[in-house]
């Protein structure tokens, strides 16, 4: 018996000829699964990593893939994990899933918050990770009956967009057709998903403009140049300039993330740095930011009395969803959880992922996992991040289902 596309009969949504889902135990082995799974995900929590430093999840990662069968290759993109299942003429589907963490100090009170100081899992990749194992322990258990090969990619420094451009320069995407991704989403309640066609995220950059001024005491401010007054002028100039030079039909973000500056209480500071990230969703645009910004800094700064450097460096292109993945996706996610618990977002995320880097190779779906609780969840990023681990069920069951019946398409 070999795992196909979904039958076309609405008595029995569920199907996945010649057997079903519940008929292949697939149920059974994740109900079974999931205290294991949840002890899994409480100790990648407790134990986050900086990006480019998962050693110890990947340790852990590789060992778990091991155990289900599958053949696991380390260190693929410095810190990344790869496992293969399945038979090897078949055609390549991929699942990626992200491992970091953030440099955050965690306020969450969990028994199982993080134990590393100024550490925190804020971006639900620990959810993430532990779902990709989900997936990995549910198609070994059917492995005799995959009808395709299967890639699962647990990539490192998703944070920090590098991972991806690794993980591919390695070898992480060759050969592969499809590539499946998942990331939590606070704005969705558990036992829900959102799914879009087309722009899911925006392309990238980080930001970098050196403010130069003159030092002086102070008590005679008129007699230097003051960098930090400056830089506070290119902060607030920057978001008008935003709203009054550019099309507000294509929204571009600007935000800073840090300021360094000055040396003394007393002195009037000649330097500050600005580190800070732009996002927009029109790819044209986004490749003419650089300039303007540039030009807009420097006006700014010469207007004052200074002078700048700026330096700008593309993070991530947008992810752009594959209609028919994502269909693919929807449809799996509605026979599942049924389809008031589909939801078709309206609106992109002006939010960057390196997802996107791997779809520089092929087609690609990614979609978003409710993780809002009864009293709801605090923003990505934020100290308070608490996802709902109900939505490691949702997330895995979705993903095994989505990969199943993309083996037996036509043409995949």
């Known amino acids: ?33 999931l205290p294991e799974l949840i002890q899994l995900r409480r100790h990648f929590h407790r134990h986050p990593e900086l990006s480019g430093h998962e050693q110890q999840t990947a340790a852990l990662v590789a060992g778990e893939l091991r155990r289900w069968g599958w053949q696991v290759s380390e260190a693929v993109g410095r810190t990344g994990v790869v496992g293969e299942l399945g038979p090897e003429e078949g055609p390549l589907v991929a699942l990626r899933v992200d491992m970091d963490a953030l440099p955050i100090e965690e306020r969450t009170g969990l028994p199982w918050a993080s134990s590393h100081q100024g550490l925190m899992h804020a971006c639900g990749h620990d959810i993430h990770t532990t779902v990709g194992l989900g997936v990995a322990a549910l198609l070994a258990s059917v492995s005799d009956q995959l009808s395709a090969r299967v890639r699962l990619i647990f990539q490192p420094a998703e944070e920090t967009a590098q991972g991806a451009a690794w993980m591919r320069a390695d070898g992480a995407m060759e050969g592969v057709r ?19 066609s087309g722009s899911l995220t925006a392309a990238a950059g980080e930001l970098e403009i050196e403010v130069l001024g003159e030092s002086g005491h102070g008590a005679r401010p008129h007699q230097s140049t003051d960098a930090i007054w400056i830089a506070a002028r290119v902060v607030s100039g920057l978001q008008e300039a935003i709203s009054r030079r550019l099309d507000a039909l294509h929204p571009v973000v600007v935000s800073f993330g840090r300021i360094e500056g000055g040396k003394a209480f007393n002195v009037i500071a000649d330097h500050v740095r600005l580190l800070g990230t732009v996002r927009c969703l029109d790819l044209e645009l986004h490749s003419q ?22 330096h700008y460096r593309s993070i991530s292109p947008p992810v752009h969803n594959d209609s028919r993945l994502t269909e693919l996706v929807a449809l799996a996610a509605s026979d599942l959880l049924g389809a008031e618990n589909v939801q078709w977002l309206e609106q992109p995320s002006l939010g960057a992922e390196d997802f996107a ?10 979609f978003r996992l409710g993780v809002a609780g009864a009293e709801g969840c605090s923003p990505l990023h934020s100290n308070t991040f608490l996802a709902d681990e109900g939505a490691l069920e949702v997330g895995i069951r979705v993903l095994t289902l989505s990969l199943v019946r993309w083996m037996g398409q036509q043409d995949p």
Do not use: K, Y
Request: aromatic content about 4%; glycine content about 10%; some cysteine.
């Open 1 to 33: 018996m070999t795992l196909s596309a979904a039958g076309d009969s609405p008595a029995d949504p569920l199907q996945i000829s010649p057997a079903d889902w519940v008929a292949l135990g697939l149920e059974e082995t994740l109900a079974a699964l």
């Open 178 to 196: 499809a590539l499946f991704g998942v990331h939590v989403f606070p704005s969705l309640r558990v036992g829900t998903i959102g799914v879009r």
């Open 289 to 310: 930011l650089p300039i303007w910004i540039e030009a807009t800094v420097q006006a700014l700064c010469r207007g004052h009395g200074g002078e700048a450097r700026v």
């Open 357 to 366: 880097e791997l779809l520089r190779d092929c087609r690609g779906t990614m």
